[in-house]
């Protein structure tokens, strides 16, 4: 388990990190994206939010997309937060979130 410290260390840059591959993607896709402590994607058609934000109590990043919640452990061997059941990453989970929202795959 990581300390607190280090979780807020490593969910910035993942966060960060997101923002700035949805950031490149959005224009192409059609898309907003924020990040203002919790990263935000916005969709025009069919209208959608989708929020990624860090839960400090529980040192988990947690994502709410198509009415589902997704909570993502820290995986140390990784170096990456992933779903701890199916071991998909925090970039892979949004791909697929985004990619069912436009009904178009999409790389980040």
């Known amino acids: 388990m990581i ?3 280090e979780f807020q260390l490593r969910s910035d840059e993942a966060l960060r990190n997101l923002h700035n591959a949805l950031v490149k993607a959005s224009d192409e896709y059609g898309f907003d994206t924020d990040f203002g402590g919790a990263l935000t994607i916005e969709f025009e058609g069919p209208p959608a939010k989708f929020v990624v934000s860090p839960n400090a109590p529980v040192k988990q990043v947690w994502v709410s997309a198509h009415m ?3 909570k993502l452990d ?3 061997t990784r170096s990456e937060f992933v779903l ?3 071991g998909k990453s925090l970039k892979q989970l949004v791909e697929e979130a985004i ?3 436009l009904g178009e795959p999409i790389t980040l």
Do not use: F
Request: net charge negative.
């Open 3 to 5: 300390d607190d410290q």
């Open 68 to 70: 589902k919640s997704y």
């Open 74 to 76: 820290w995986d140390p």
């Open 84 to 86: 701890p059941d199916s």
């Open 99 to 101: 990619t069912s929202q």
